[in-house]
């Protein structure tokens, strides 16, 4: 398994797995947070957790998620490397706490936190990842988004068009797609797993056409130059995004297939249909057993 590969699975499986805070602070500690320039005013941060975005400039800093909560003082610290300051907004592409987990600390310092209305709905409310078994409660309330949207948003900003959309039942029910128009720039959320086969929260919502769809959006938006930040796995270009693509339909036909057959997801595990894409897609978080069975409901 490559040292990116590696990175990914601990990022994905830190976020699922660990659950008693002390064991979240224990495996924060050696986390080093990682800037690569995108333009003069936008960042991608990497560090445990989702992929983070930045913009920067005059107008004050706009982030795209925040990780964990024990890495706020990090990626601040990040944020000022880079040239900015404490954000005024935070937007959180889903719910996930490998999303999220940074709000209570930003909303304390008076962060604005933005959201499609089904994260606010289950940051407010709590929620379950069935998949995992990972009860998620309510948010305090200085974590719970302040502004939300339906179907999308844009920001103005540091010169720059900041283009919010959401695209349904992809990964959840409430994912956002974010496109500097500009800068020529799309921060994919978790609808993008670069290299790996992609967690779909079928219990939020969440469908492996769902997220074909989304993948489309962002496809039609893109050009040769287009930089696409993942939600996890390492930055990417628009070859790597048709690459992913044409695994999801595959698997989407195959699966489906079985599914209309009649076969339950463990028989149709044990006819491996997805053997000759192990290799490419199944050695990050979810290997391809568990991932079919993962998504089986969602095909
Ligand atoms: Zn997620």
């Known amino acids: 398994m490559s040292f990116a590969r590696k990175n990914v699975l601990n990022a994905v499986a830190g976020a699922i797995l660990l659950t008693t805070p002390l064991g979240v602070h224990a495996a924060m500690d050696d986390v080093k947070i990682k800037a690569t320039k995108l333009t003069d005013g936008i ?21 795209i998620d925040d990780q964990f909560a024990p890495l706020t003082g990090k990626i601040l610290a990040a944020i000022k490397e880079i040239g900015g300051e404490i954000p005024r907004f935070v937007l959180n592409t889903h719910y ?38 990972k009860v998620i409660p309510p948010a ?8 939300t949207f339906g179907e999308e948003m844009t920001f103005h900003l540091n010169g720059e068009t900041v283009h919010v959309f959401h695209s349904a039942n992809a990964h959840t029910d409430g994912d956002s797609i974010i496109h500097f128009r500009k800068a020529n720039i799309i921060h994919a959320g978790d609808t993008f797993f670069n290299g790996f086969f992609p967690f779909i929260d079928v219990g939020a919502g969440g469908t492996v056409k ?19 930040i993942p939600g996890h796995g390492p930055l990417a270009d628009k070859a790597q995004l048709i690459a992913y693509r044409e695994m999801l339909v595959t698997a989407q036909t195959r699966l489906s297939s079985l599914k209309s057959s009649g076969k339950s997801a463990a ?31 969602g095909v």
Do not use: C
């Not at 940074?102 to 990842?129: F, P």
């Not at 305090?140 to 502004?147: E, H, S, T």
């Not at 769809?213 to 930089?227: F, S, Y």
């Open 267 to 297: 028989d149709a595990v044990a006819t491996k249909p997805l053997a000759d894409m192990e290799v490419q897609w199944g050695d990050g978080f979810l290997p391809t057993d568990k991932w079919i069975k993962i998504v089986y409901d």
């Open 140 to 147: 305090a309330k200085v974590a719970v988004p302040v502004i």
């Open 96 to 133: 996930h706490h490998d999303h999220t987990g940074g709000n209570e600390n930003l909303g304390n310092k008076g962060v604005t936190i933005v959201s499609h209305d089904n994260v606010r709905k289950k940051l407010a409310e709590g929620a379950t990842i069935k998949a995992f078994n």
């Open 43 to 63: 960042h991608m941060l990497a560090g445990k957790g989702g992929n983070i975005g930045v913009l920067t400039g005059p107008d004050g800093t706009f982030m």
């Open 210 to 228: 769902g997220v074909i769809a989304a993948v489309d959006k962002m496809l039609a938006l893109a050009d040769g130059n287009t930089k696409i």
